[in-house]
């Protein structure tokens, strides 16, 4: 069972609006989550980073949330835009190396 | 360039052929790491680098599949006598210790026919 779900699978937002993406883990020891964009055909890009006593972090119109008693992340786009139509990874550090686990990832369809 | 960088970006082979991808990390990371990635799905992991070391291979890495990383730099993905199931995003990643900057290449996309 993949130690990383993510929330919904896929969706489609219209320009200017807000979305909300979810992120759930039981991956233990915990040590940092990550929120990745991932253009179609490229590498994910990083897009926030939070460790276990940080509960927001922002990156423009991207901010994360982290719950880590929950063990719960949650990625809101404000005001999106036609670029922001991507794939979102959630990604869990965790370990003796710090192996990360990967979320499937939510698909984000921006439309005019 | 200082980012992760991938060579090809795309390689189309027939079934049965061998094919190498090369992966250029960051220079000052010491951490390497292959990912295979298919359509609508995340990545997953295929083998971890520190330094020249091998330290870990992950099960779907078959006894098709090598990968070095000689000098502790760069390092080479072969697939032997590939399979249409190879056909995915081949990504590499660097970083400098477990917690710090994770930094993905583009990748390299594979086709098999």
């Known amino acids: 069972k993949n130690q990383v779900e993510q929330s919904p699978q896929s969706l489609i937002i219209l320009e200017g609006k807000n979305c909300t993406l979810q992120c759930n883990y039981t991956v233990s020891p915990f040590s940092n989550l990550r929120w990745y964009k991932q253009d179609t055909g490229r590498g994910p890009v990083s897009l926030t980073i939070?460790?276990?006593?940080?509960n927001t972090k922002s990156n423009g119109r991207y901010t994360a949330t982290l719950d880590a008693d929950t063990k719960q992340s949650s990625l809101h786009i404000t005001a999106s835009q036609l670029s922001d139509s991507a794939s979102y990874i959630c990604v869990v550090s965790g370990g003796s190396w710090g192996k990360f686990q990967f979320g499937a990832g939510t698909q984000v369809v921006v439309t005019p | 360039d200082t980012g992760v960088s991938q060579d090809p970006r795309h390689k189309i082979t027939k079934r049965g052929q061998n094919v190498t991808f090369r992966c250029d990390p960051i220079?000052?990371?010491?951490?390497l790491y292959w990912y295979r990635q298919t359509l609508g799905q995340g990545p997953e992991f295929l083998t971890y680098f520190q330094n020249e070391a091998q330290l870990e291979k992950s099960r779907l890495l078959s006894d098709r599949f090598s990968a070095e990383r000689p000098k502790g730099s760069f390092s080479t993905l072969e697939i032997q006598r590939t399979e249409q199931g190879d056909s995915a995003m081949y990504l590499c990643a660097s970083s400098w210790g477990p917690d710090t900057g994770y930094t993905f290449g583009s990748g390299t996309r594979l086709t098999v026919v």
């Open positions: 220079s000052e990371h010491n951490r």
């Open positions: 939070m460790t276990f006593s940080e």
